[in-house]
């Protein structure tokens, strides 16, 4: 496969062009609704939602699409839309802004969704860790990965489910969104170490398969993507690492700020209690004197 043919081979398939465009539209439509109102949406976190959006454009349109039976390409489309796309979702914060700009109907109904039981289950951290690592290992070593390169429904169900997995596992870490379970940012970076392995295990087991996983590829092929599956996971888990030291970071800045705004309250109070003292004693010595 050429570069040129991730443009060149470019197939607009129904499903996941429907749901690039639909998304891509209801973000939009939402930040537009928000600034009707008169209130500002920060233009990174717009950034942020159409480069994840591009990350799945060129993971399931583009011409890397068309050649995913082949073991290596199928592993670049899976970092894309599982890894890359759910980190900058996360960043977009989509929830807060359904809040803000959606009708009343749409804020009740989302508040139900987010209180509700099975969301606070899918959304715990244990759950969202072990789901991330079980799907990795269910794709790869059942006959679910060979199933979807003859079942289109099976192959757009997969894909769909490597990003909510990807998003529901992102979120928490470095989402802006308020989550159910809220980790502190030491919780936050030994959960994505604790992830780490994952990649790891999974692309040496890979390269250790002595039969193909499926028809269509070959040994070299699958222990070239085993190992593209390894490195890539490991780089995913440190820039997180990074990004969550960053807000670390961040957010210790923000505390400091806000505790010297107190102190200075407080200093200016006490100043201003002394000084009124002072003054209320200087009266009444001249008025007995």
Known sequence: MKPLDLVTQISFEPIPTAMIVVTTAWYLLMVHRLQAKGRR???????????????????????????????????????????????????????????????????????????SRPFMVIAHPITAWLLYGASLFALYFTSLYATT?????????????????GCIFWWPVIGLDPVPYRMNYFVKMLYLFAAMPFHTVLGLALQSQTTPISPTTSLADLHAGGGLMWISGEAMGLIGGMAVFVQWLAADERQAKREDRVNEAAADAQLAHWRATREAAARATSGSA
């Open 41 to 115: 949406w920060p233009w990174t976190r717009t950034a942020s939602w159409l480069f994840a959006e591009f990350m799945l454009a060129f993971g399931l349109i583009s011409g890397l699409a068309a050649h995913d039976e082949k073991f290596t390409l199928h592993t670049t489309q899976h970092i894309a839309i599982s890894m890359v796309a759910p980190i900058f979702f996360a960043l977009s914060a989509p929830m807060t802004l359904a809040l803000q700009a959606g009708s009343r109907r749409t804020q009740t109904g989302l508040l139900k969704v987010l209180h």
């Open 149 to 165: 390169l003859t079942n289109d429904t099976v192959h757009n169900l997969v894909h769909v489910g490597l990003i909510l997995v």
